[in-house]
């Protein structure tokens, strides 16, 4: 190791199959008397029974949240909390309920417990992201960060397999870009190593449609991991782009991720030969990228850009968007370089 700084993210993790009966005794813990619950209109189930723990100090639910926190929604849950007199909230569900929650803590200071149900780890962030006019404003701001996290692998058994293998892929790419960020550091390479083991392991066993307990335990951990590294560095080639192809052509988030993850590490890793060995040990492969490329197509998560409907007369655009904000990365990337990148996750044939 030369040199690093490494502050650690305060957090507190409830984690076990059926810490979701904790729920009540955290939000004490945490102060909270009149809670809402968040969640979106496909988990109901979940916010009725997270009301039903909290009994007397939920004051409502709000179940309306939405992929990619679109201002609108912001206003209208705002409205409802303080029309309830409601003093935090519990986010039941994926990232975009726990992007609401941020968001709902950014604008109205309501704190939050989380309780994850996917495994796209931005609990374990200070990273917020708003939706207006189509574009996406995201920005790090500590006071995002949940009060407690309760991790119960038991809230993923209802998780559709697309989703889990998706947002279990999302994770993947935040721990191979803190792997060779300008400030990971020895805690943060060992969380992202693990953490990329962890649901390389169990993601194609919950694949399979098995009802594994362990596997989604195992899962969530590497959830937890990867969150954790994303929340520690510096974000790289792979998010940037990413977050260009989300906001410019509105597409679905975990999906573009899958996508882009071997392309962008087989235009990255081999700059950062440290990255590369710690992701082949970690998938136990001998070359990290077909590993990678190989996992995806595994999981039967999307493997081109086509097939999420962009157009090939896109992709220029999208390389020239990508180099108007600098961002850190381990490799230069001039228009000729983001253009065959593109190219080839478009066709997605492996790099
Ligand atoms: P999601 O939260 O959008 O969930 C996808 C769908 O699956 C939703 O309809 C949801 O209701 C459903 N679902 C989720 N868990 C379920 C369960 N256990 N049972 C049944 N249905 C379930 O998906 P996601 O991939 O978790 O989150 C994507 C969003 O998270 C994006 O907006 C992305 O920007 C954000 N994100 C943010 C960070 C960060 O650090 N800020 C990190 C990763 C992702």
Not at 146 to 158: F, H, M, N, Q, S
Not at 224 to 234: D, K, P, R, Y
Not at 289 to 302: D, I, N, R
Request: with cysteine; net charge negative; hydrophobic share 50%.
């Amino acid at each position: 190791m030369s040199a690093a700084v490494y502050e650690t993210l305060p957090a507190r993790v409830v984690f076990g199959a059926g810490s979701v009966a904790r729920l009540a005794e955290e939000t004490n813990h945490v102060g909270l008397r009149r809670i809402l619950v968040l969640s979106t209109p496909t988990q109901h189930d979940l916010a009725r029974r997270a009301t039903a723990i909290l009994g007397d100090r939920a004051v409502g639910v709000y179940e309306r949240a939405r992929m990619h926190v679109p201002l609108a929604t912001v206003i209208d849950a705002v409205e409802v909390a303080t029309e309830l007199g409601a003093d935090g909230c519990v986010a039941a569900g994926g990232g975009s309920t726990i992007g609401l929650a941020k968001a709902l803590s950014l604008r109205a200071g309501l704190p939050y417990v989380a309780l994850p149900t996917t495994y796209a780890g931005s609990e374990m962030t200070p990273v917020w992201g708003i939706t207006e006019d189509s574009r996406k404003r995201t920005g790090r701001d500590r006071s995002v960060l949940p009060r407690a996290v309760i991790y119960d692998p038991e809230l993923t058994a209802t998780v559709p397999a697309a989703v889990a293998a998706t947002s279990g892929l999302n994770a993947i790419a935040h721990a191979v870009e803190a792997l060779y960020a300008p400030d990971s550091s020895p805690p943060v390479a060992a969380m992202a190593e693990r953490g990329i083991r962890d649901l390389a392991e169990a993601l194609p066993v919950l694949r399979t449609g098995a009802s594994d307990g362990a596997a989604r335990a195992t899962a969530l951990e590497g959830a937890w991991l990867c969150g954790a590294c994303l929340g520690a560095t510096t974000m790289g080639l792979h998010h940037k782009l990413c977050h260009v192809l989300g906001g410019m052509l509105d597409l679905p988030h975990a999906e573009t991720h899958a996508v882009m993850l071997p392309h962008v590490a087989a235009f990255n890793l081999p700059a950062a030969p440290h990255a590369a060995a710690a992701v082949a040990r970690a998938l136990d492969a001998p070359v990290a990228v077909a590993a990678l490329h190989k996992l995806v197509t595994e999981l039967g998560a999307p493997t081109s850009l086509a097939e999420l409907g962009v157009s090939r007369a896109q992709l220029r655009a999208i390389a020239e968007e990508t180099l108007t904000a600098p961002y850190a990365n381990p490799r230069p990337a001039d228009l000729r370089d983001l253009t065959d990148l593109l190219e080839a996750a478009w066709s997605g044939t492996p790099a």
